[in-house]
């Protein structure tokens, strides 16, 4: 006979923040689980857990359960569920609230020591200020011997016109995925650069429920923008990350009114400039091959839920100007698949969970018949090029960055004997100014 359980009153706190989240509105449809990623999950811990079960055991306030099991961490926060809630509930805000009531100590895999690496050396992985310049001066060095002569990394440069912001993981050991946008700057040359400090992309506040990091990281970005007097910052490409940025920067503006700055998307940076012909495209690289798109949950989906614009049509108009076969995933846009990278569960230790999540963004992949899947989003990168291959091996694809896609297709037109002498000068006294000798060794 199955315990009987008796409603609880949820503590007053926990009502407070979920005010604005009744959850005796549910009306226990059944329509978030059967959108949601987890429903279904083989684990022995997860079978019988779904987005509404979940809900119903707060509104019963089973507040100890609903925190201590590993649900709220596998949830992705892809928004399929919000979306599609007749009665306005936003689950992963609810789910991300939940994993902030767990003890920091007892935050799964490498998380919480991400952020604490972040808050306290400006990066995830805790990567030395000197390792970091030193891979930014090398870095350049070879790719303007190899393909762009004049070229260099700007780091605080004043009055640039775009601030860019690396990730770790790119920093760390993925040097190679750092070109594609240098590329572009370069072709398009843009007045840009990349800070010294608290230079890390990835918001793992927002993965972790912390959300004074959030803030923090949030506030960093905008004294950064104010310090050099830079016109516009490109929000990071991890959807996570121009996520929790988002929300930081509401945070941060409530605090402050004043307190804002000026930021874009990468799809509207990419649009900008192909439209202004700063750069110029060659679709001949990819004849032969056929295209497909993968919608970001948080570029897409959250974007439009929560702040009126998603990015649906803008990546598919600039692969169109880098090829012409294009078809699409089904579903797709608002009803897209989720890959099951997102909420922290790429670097999070349970790969057959995330494997699992990301089951049908394969068999939609699968039976559209692409060569390439184009993504944005690091973690859904890594996501459908490493793990889900190694779960799910009877389809073959490649997997592209979208500036990739754009850097590959660039028509490069030289820089001027002026130009690259400029460059060369610029790249030698920062250089010195930092304190890098490209002569060291590591």
């Not at 809900?55 to 599609?84: K, Q």
């Not at 500036?403 to 820089?415: G, K, R």
Request: glycine share 8%; proline share 5%; aromatic share 12%.
């Amino acid at each position: 006979m199955s315990e009987l359980i008796r409603p609880q009153k949820l503590p007053e706190d926990v009502l407070e923040k979920l005010e604005g989240a009744n959850l005796n509105l549910c009306l226990t449809c059944g329509t978030c689980s059967g959108g949601c990623p987890i429903t279904g999950n083989p684990a022995e811990d997860m079978q019988g857990w779904d987005t509404r079960k979940v809900i119903r055991m707060l509104a019963l306030g089973m507040l100890d359960e609903v925190v201590n099991s590993r649900f709220p961490w596998l949830c992705t926060g892809c928004g399929r569920c919000a979306a599609a809630c007749p009665m306005g509930l936003d689950m992963p805000a609810i789910f991300g609230y939940m994993k902030s009531l767990r003890p920091r100590d007892k935050v799964p895999g490498i998380l919480h020591k991400g952020v604490e690496n972040v808050l306290n050396t400006g990066n995830n992985m805790a990567i030395p200020r000197e390792d970091y310049l030193f891979t930014m001066a090398d870095m350049g060095v070879e790719m303007a011997e190899d393909c762009c002569p004049g070229f260099y990394v700007p780091v605080d440069k004043q009055d640039a016109d775009i601030l860019f912001f690396p990730n770790s993981k790119e920093v760390f050991g993925d040097f190679e995925d750092m070109y594609w946008w240098w590329k572009i700057f370069y072709a398009a040359k843009e007045n840009w650069t990349i800070p010294s400090k608290n230079w890390e992309a990835v918001d793992w506040g927002l993965f972790t429920g912390n959300y004074e990091a959030t803030r923090i990281l949030a506030q960093r970005k905008i004294d950064m923008m104010k310090e050099f007097n830079i016109g516009r910052m490109i929000m990071p490409d991890c959807g996570g990350g121009s996520y929790g940025c988002r929300n930081g920067m509401k945070m941060c503006e409530f605090d402050d009114p004043d307190n804002t700055t000026n930021f874009i998307y990468l799809y509207d940076y990419l649009v900008e400039i192909i439209k202004a012909g700063r750069i110029k495209l060659d679709k001949s690289v990819y004849a032969g091959k056929t295209f497909t798109w993968h919608d970001s949950c948080k570029h897409g989906r959250e974007l439009e839920s929560h702040f009126g614009h998603g990015y649906f049509d803008e990546p598919r108009w600039i692969i169109s100007q880098c090829a012409d076969n294009f078809v699409e995933v089904e579903p797709n846009r608002m009803n897209g698949n989720c890959c099951g990278a997102g909420g922290g569960n790429w670097p999070l230790p349970w790969e057959d969970d995330a494997a699992w999540h990301g089951r049908k963004k394969y068999e939609s992949i699968k039976e559209s018949g692409a060569d390439v899947v184009v993504v944005a989003c690091s973690n859904c990168h890594d996501q459908i090029m490493k793990r889900l291959p190694k779960y799910y091996d009877d389809y073959k694809y490649e997997v592209k960055y979208i500036w990739e896609l754009v850097a590959d297709c660039l028509v490069i037109e030289p820089w001027s004997e002026e130009e690259v002498a400029k460059g060369e000068a610029e790249a030698a006294a920062q250089w010195e100014r930092l304190g890098v000798d490209l002569d060291m060794e590591f």
